[in-house]
């Protein structure tokens, strides 16, 4: 009986510490729960009694307890990815489709107000968007004109999530999977095409060869002949200086036996012609031809003969 007020006055202060120890994990939590960090990339859309106050951040942003309700949008860019669709193009060919799409949030309220998951109602639109867009275009353009499908479903995803606050910044397709049928055709057609290419080629390189093959003879034609041109004239000046050094040489031979012979006594004349007549005589010929001057040689032999004859008999 002595212990028990001590007893009693235990018990009330460890209820007491209880207490104490009970409002502070409340309070923590309610802090916890109404102080908010966000990061520069991150917005958040405040709700206060159901009623939008706008997007906070970034930064620190305070709560009000039971009263506010705090919703996070990222603002950076994001990527999803859709998955394989089979699509039917305008000449009924069905395909496989599968591309990304690129967005970013520009209005964070909206994003939350007019579209309760817009990536999810982005997503379907995207799925529907490019059935249309596929439906419209024949299979061969499908498969070449990508860029131009690209920008028809960035333009038409871009019109309907810049209502929701979204830009759609780009759309890529990235593979198309046409019917087995039809990429054996394909296939065909791109060997078909090959072979083509390669036969045009070989046929210009033979062409071109052969041009050059022309080209190269006829040069070389025109050169054998300019070189034969330039060997016969400078034939033809050799042959002419030749000539005219022969010529020149004939007329001074010429100038010098008829200088010599002016001073040549005319019985020396006749004794060479006397000796010319003897070795004639001496050859086996029947017939002999005799120069006119060689009468007028005896003609004067003659005289020289009668005048030594008359001085002689005179003398005598």
Known sequence: MFY???LASGDAAIGFLCL???FAVILLIILATSIKILPEYQRMVVLRLGRSVG???PGLVILIPFIDKGIRVDL??????IPHQTCITKDNAAIA???I???KVLDAEQSVIQVRNFEAAAQGMATTTLRAVIGGILLDDVLSEREHINNMLRSRLDEVTERWGVK???VEIREIVPPKKIQEAMDRQMSAERERRAVVTESQGKREAAINVAEGEKQAAILRAEGEKQSAILKAEGEKQSQLLRAEGFAAALKRIYSVAQAIDPKTMTLQYFETLKTMGASPSTKYIFPMEFTGLLSDFMKLRQEEGTKNGGEG
């Open 76 to 81: 950076r860019e994001q990527v999803r990815e």
């Open 20 to 22: 104490i120890g009970t």
């Open 4 to 6: 028990a007020p001590f």
């Open 168 to 170: 759609v910044t780009n």
């Open 101 to 103: 799409w690129y967005y």
């Open 97 to 99: 489709v599968d591309f």
């Open 55 to 57: 997007a906070k951040g």
